[in-house]
């Protein structure tokens, strides 16, 4: 999922060091810790919004962080209106960067009651798709939002999780993940399984957003666990020393749970200096890590 180490060259490691124990009796093979392929990103949504791609991809370096999530109608213009010659330029720039383009974050959600626009969705999350494919990303996020009055709760929930099968089968031929936001309305985990119980595509992940409702009715923990099984390669995060969410009990819970992804910061509020403070997250995050793995 992940080219920090990337999961090919962590094995590839393993493997060698197993042959190297292999030639040396009594020699003791280290387990790898926990949480050892998990990293840190960026998703463009105000940190970054406004930063051509140049820009995104220099001040990223500059923050050591190396992956992002780009943010649809935003100022780095990944979108699916671009040309093939378009798209090829910006594989290039990230081939040419230690920065990995992770996602695309579409607006993209399918809960309407009208049919013409739920199609309108899918086929607008399918040129996503396409785009994530040929820019080198490896998924899509979209939205399952919210409930209407006049549909029952059920009908909304097995409308969104057959939405996100027929993307799923899509995205087989682009090698995507379709990454479905814990957003909205519909975003009590609860919920949230009971789409995922209907969207069983294999390329359908959740990806986790760090909301309040995390911590509502039985708790984090088993919130968290009712969904951990269908983990993307993205969850969202807000600045990890804000006090209003335990995100030391969520990276413990990542870490425990071997979690092989990019934590992305996703965050509303504009900071003066946001690469400063990109860089002190992705600090903030190495030490969160190391504490949850030393437990």
Same mark, same amino acid.
């Given at each position: 999922?992940?080219?920090?180490?990337?999961?090919?060259?962590?094995?590839?490691?393993?493997?060698?060091?197993?042959?190297?124990?292999?030639?040396?009796?009594?020699?003791?093979?280290?387990?790898?810790? @926990?949480?050892?392929?998990?990293?840190?990103?960026?998703?463009? %949504?105000?940190?970054?919004?406004?930063?051509? +791609?140049?820009?995104?991809?220099?001040?990223? &370096?500059?923050?050591?962080?190396?992956?992002? #999530?780009?943010?649809?109608?935003?100022? =780095?213009?990944? /979108?699916?209106? +671009?040309?093939?010659?378009?798209? &090829?330029?910006? $594989? @290039?720039?990230?081939?040419?960067?230690?920065?990995?383009? $992770?996602?695309?974050?579409?607006?993209?959600?399918?809960?309407?009651?009208?049919?013409?626009?739920?199609?309108? *969705?899918?086929?607008?999350?399918? #040129?996503?798709?396409?785009?994530? =494919?040929? $820019?080198?990303?490896?998924?899509?996020?979209?939205?399952?939002?919210?409930?209407?009055?006049?549909?029952? =709760?059920?009908?909304?929930?097995?409308?969104?999780?057959?939405?996100?099968?027929? +993307?799923?089968? %899509?995205?087989?031929?682009?090698?995507?993940?379709?990454?479905? &936001?814990? =957003?909205?309305?519909?975003? /009590?985990? *609860?919920?949230?399984?009971?789409?995922?119980?209907?969207?069983?595509?294999?390329?359908?992940?959740?990806?986790?957003?760090?909301?309040?409702?995390?911590? /509502?009715?039985?708790?984090?923990?088993?919130?968290?666990?009712?969904?951990?099984?269908?983990?993307?390669?993205?969850?969202?995060?807000?600045?990890?020393?804000?006090?209003?969410?335990? %995100?030391?009990?969520?990276?413990?819970?990542?870490?425990?749970?071997? %979690?092989?992804?990019?934590?992305?910061? #996703?965050?509303?509020?504009? $900071?003066?200096?946001?690469? #400063?403070?990109?860089?002190?997250?992705?600090?903030?995050?190495?030490?969160?890590?190391? *504490?949850?793995?030393? @437990?």
């Amino acid at each position: 999922m992940i080219s920090q180490p990337s999961r090919r060259t962590f094995l590839q490691s393993l493997g060698a060091a197993a042959t190297v124990a292999s030639l040396a009796p009594g020699a003791a093979l280290a387990a790898p810790l @926990k949480g050892a392929n998990m990293a840190y990103g960026l998703v463009t %949504y105000q940190w970054g919004k406004d930063w051509d +791609l140049p820009t995104l991809i220099k001040n990223c &370096e500059q923050a050591k962080v190396y992956g992002v #999530e780009l943010r649809t109608t935003h100022a =780095h213009g990944v /979108e699916p209106t +671009l040309s093939k010659i378009q798209r &090829e330029e910006v $594989v @290039k720039r990230f081939n040419d960067s230690p920065v990995q383009l $992770v996602s695309l974050g579409s607006n993209e959600r399918f809960d309407s009651p009208d049919p013409a626009v739920l199609k309108k *969705a899918i086929e607008t999350s399918k #040129e996503f798709l396409r785009l994530a =494919h040929d $820019v080198g990303a490896t998924g899509v996020k979209v939205k399952p939002d919210r409930f209407y009055p006049t549909v029952a =709760h059920e009908k909304t929930i097995a409308q969104i999780g057959g939405a996100l099968n027929e +993307l799923g089968e %899509y995205a087989t031929g682009f090698g995507q993940q379709v990454r479905l &936001e814990v =957003h909205g309305q519909c975003g /009590e985990p *609860a919920t949230i399984k009971k789409i995922m119980d209907v969207a069983d595509n294999e390329n359908v992940a959740v990806c986790w957003n760090s909301n309040a409702q995390d911590l /509502e009715g039985p708790g984090l923990e088993q919130n968290f666990n009712l969904l951990i099984k269908r983990f993307g390669a993205t969850c969202h995060v807000r600045p990890l020393d804000d006090a209003d969410y335990p %995100y030391a009990q969520l990276i413990q819970l990542l870490v425990d749970a071997d %979690y092989q992804g990019w934590l992305m910061l #996703e965050d509303g509020r504009m $900071v003066a200096d946001p690469v #400063e403070q990109l860089a002190r997250q992705a600090i903030l995050f190495k030490k969160m890590v190391a *504490a949850a793995q030393s @437990k």
